[in-house]
């Protein structure tokens, strides 16, 4: 069982480059999301989706963009990174059923300079 | 809103000592509650959950209990090993089954 599977799990980037990151789930889970973490923070939540084709803003959405063409795929772009955007990137996934727990994939550490 | 508070800085303890990481929540309604555990240059993983009142999660020793009363779900256990050294973070689940964390404690246990 892969669960969910981040990549890439580690990059430097400069200011102002762009880079997306690839979130893939084989539990079929309805719903995916996507949080960073920066330290004494706990997890911020970027962007969400509930169903393929289909997302929505979470607490700290300003600098990306998402999208989920397919249902097991949740990318999360950076357009023009910025020192800001230095963090570890989570995804996770979770059934429709409420009180479900959702499943984390290990994480991408991201640098900006 | 919907947010979770966990008690301030990391906690550092003996072997075979007894812990406990206090979580408080506000919420509408009755949300689920969870406790997910970070072990270094690793994702998260559930710990344990609660999803109605008075309900008691457990999972290799640790317990928590979810308190309407005091908006509680504070994790326990009663004899850490150095192997539970880790990140613990509370978290709650609200619309769409989104999760709302607290800031997590770091738990350092010392041989």
């Known amino acids: 069982n892969a669960g969910v599977t981040q990549t890439p799990k580690f990059r430097v980037l400069k200011t102002g480059q762009s880079m997306t990151l690839l979130c893939a789930q084989d539990?079929?889970?309805?719903?995916m999301y996507w949080y960073r973490q920066d330290p004494g923070m706990g997890l911020r939540l970027i962007h969400y989706?509930?169903?393929?084709?289909?997302?929505a803003k979470g607490e700290v959405p300003d600098g990306y963009n998402v999208s989920r063409l397919k249902k097991q795929n949740f990318l999360l772009g950076l357009e023009s990174a910025a020192p800001s955007q230095t963090s570890v990137y989570f995804c996770?996934?979770?059934?429709?059923?409420?009180?479900?727990?959702?499943?984390f994939g290990q994480g991408t550490r991201l640098t900006v300079v | 809103g919907n947010s979770v508070t966990q008690m301030e800085g990391p906690v550092t303890l003996s072997e075979e000592a007894f812990l406990t990481i206090n979580c408080t929540y506000t919420?509408?309604?009755?949300?689920?509650l969870f406790w997910y555990v970070q072990y270094p240059g690793e994702g998260l993983q559930l710990l344990l959950k609660?999803?109605?009142?008075?309900d008691k999660g457990s999972n290799k020793g640790f317990e928590a209990t979810y308190r309407k009363e005091t908006t509680s779900f504070h994790l326990e256990k009663g004899s850490v090993q150095v192997s539970d050294s880790a990140v613990y973070f509370c978290?709650?689940?609200?619309?769409?089954?989104?999760?709302?964390f607290g800031k997590g404690n770091q738990v350092v246990v010392i041989p």
């Open positions: 539990m079929n889970h309805e719903y």
């Open positions: 919420a509408t309604g009755y949300p689920s």
């Open positions: 989706s509930v169903g393929e084709g289909t997302t």
């Open positions: 609660a999803t109605k009142a008075d």
């Open positions: 996770a996934s979770r059934s429709f059923r409420e009180g479900t727990e959702a499943f």
């Open positions: 978290a709650l689940s609200y619309g769409n089954n989104r999760l709302a």
